[in-house]
């Protein structure tokens, strides 16, 4: 079991090597299976998320609800879900690069509007009806619409971000949710903000990038954001 996180750990700090050059940050494994929604609801736990009353986990990017039907089946009812997802994709193909470009025509299916609109019928569905009444709550907005409207004042405790996975998108997205997490009022025994997010592969460079670039800044403490830059792999 060692040995293999360690080859885990080595084979992200090539990762990232290999993306960002002159680029060094610290990279920790974690031992969570098996789905994203486990995963997720791990991290949470070990965070201290659970015993939060009334605590926010925001998911960015719902698709199907896969996750999101996990992350309320396996959170205690306490913790609050909001799905974030258009169901639409709209980001041009002139911000992309062109191994995104292809990858999107290899997955042109996921960009057909008649499949995304049915998708998210499927998903509203299960936020519709996790209970109690009230817990969970849809959002078909984008994620820069969602950050920007409907989080003023009350924040959120986690952000697991896996929406556009282009190198525009993400960059986005980070710093947007970043800002949503510091708007959280610290009411009694404070918790770790956490800013999650999944396919930290080579298959997705963009990611990579971005994940790398501000862990970077938090290590040097530039950004409105705090912590101590260290990469959590799971």
Not at 79 to 108: A, H, I, S, W
Not at 135 to 140: N, S
Not at 211 to 222: F, K, N, S
Request: proline letters at 3%.
């Amino acid at each position: 079991t060692y040995l293999l996180l360690g080859l885990l750990i080595h084979m992200a700090a090539q990762l990232g090597h290999s993306t960002c050059p002159g680029v060094n940050v610290k990279a920790q494994f974690h031992e969570h299976c098996c789905s994203s929604g486990e995963v997720v609801a791990a991290v949470a736990q070990r965070a201290g998320l659970l015993g939060v009353q009334n605590a926010t986990l925001v998911e960015v990017g719902v698709e199907t609800g896969v996750t999101s039907r996990e992350l309320l089946d396996l959170l205690p009812s306490r913790v609050g879900l909001v799905g974030v997802d258009p169901f639409v994709y709209d980001v041009p193909e002139t911000d992309l690069t062109q191994d995104e470009n292809l990858q999107r025509r290899m997955l042109k299916v996921r960009y057909n509007q008649s499949w995304l609109g049915a998708v998210g019928a499927v998903a509203q569905e299960i936020f519709s009806s996790a209970q109690p009444p009230g817990r969970a709550k849809l959002l078909q907005l984008t994620s820069r619409e969602a950050s920007a409207c409907c989080f003023e004042g009350t924040g959120a405790d986690m952000v697991f971000i896996d929406g556009d996975h282009s190198a525009v998108a993400v960059e986005k997205d980070v710093e947007a949710w970043s800002r949503v997490l510091s708007q959280k009022p610290q009411l009694g025994t404070s918790h770790a903000r956490i800013l999650a997010g999944h396919d930290f592969t080579q298959m997705f460079l963009g990611v990579v990038k971005t994940v790398l670039m501000y862990a970077t800044r938090l290590q040097e403490g530039r950004g409105r954001a705090r912590g101590k830059g260290i990469i959590n792999l799971a």
